[in-house]
Each structure stands twice: as structure tokens, then as C-alpha cells.
Nanobody, 115 residues
Framework: QVQVVESGGGLVQPGGSLRLSCAASGSSVSIDALEWYRQAPGKQREWFGVISSGEDPLVADSVKDRFTISRGIAKNTAYLQMNSLKPEDTAVYYC?????????WGKGTLVTVSS
């Protein structure tokens, strides 16, 4: 089984930055991809990024000018750099791991953008 853990969320003022991390562990096979989702209060969960082995990160148009996904230093990890944060970015941010055809959700980390 794969355990997915996000970290780095918190309270940040508008215009600020946060760096989230995602770490997947517990699998005997490689992680094929780490995807990023977020769910704002009262809204559906939204996909906004993915990083796969051997491929360039892909970020949704809605955030691509401000968010950057990169591979982490450790194996099966990823970073999400969020700049110029806006109040509408407030959401629970989830990492979603793909491994051997299976999918695993993290518990999410809350990002609150507010003065």
C-alpha cells in the first residue's frame, strides 16, 4: 500500500508564497505520477497539476502563471511552489499518487490565504 502525505500548508497573506510537499511511501513499486488537487469550501475538487516520471510537469491554465510543480530531492516526492497567492486559492490541497494502476489520496493540507 502507498501512503501519501502532504505538508506545508498554513495561513498566508494575499500575495505571499507557500511551498507544499508531497511524499509517497510504503510501496514496493515506483510511483508513476503525483497529481495535485484542491478543494475550496463549497466547490468541487479541482485537478490542477501532475508530475510523472520522465515527463515535464503539467499545470492547469488556471494556476500555471503562479504555481510550479517540481520533483523532490527524495524519491517519490514532489514540491508545489505557490506564488502570488490569492484568497480564492484557499482550499485543502491534496496529493494523489498513481502506482501500478492504483490511486492513493493524501489527507490534504489546508492553505488559507487571508489578511
Amino acid at each position: 500500500q502507498v501512503q501519501v502525505v502532504e505538508s506545508g500548508g498554513g495561513l498566508v497573506q494575499p500575495g505571499g508564497s507557500l511551498r507544499l510537499s508531497c511524499a509517497a511511501s510504503g510501496s514496493s513499486v515506483s510511483i508513476d505520477a503525483l497529481e495535485w488537487y484542491r478543494q475550496a469550501p463549497g466547490k468541487q475538487r479541482e485537478w490542477f497539476g501532475v508530475i510523472s516520471s520522465g515527463e515535464d510537469p503539467l499545470v492547469a491554465d488556471s494556476v500555471k502563471d503562479r504555481f510550479t510543480i517540481s520533483r523532490g530531492i527524495a524519491k517519490n516526492t514532489a514540491y508545489l511552489q505557490m506564488n502570488s497567492l490569492k484568497p480564492e486559492d484557499t482550499a485543502v490541497y491534496y496529493c494523489y499518487a498513481q502506482s501500478a494502476g492504483m490511486y492513493y489520496w493524501g489527507k490534504g493540507t489546508l492553505v488559507t490565504v487571508s489578511s
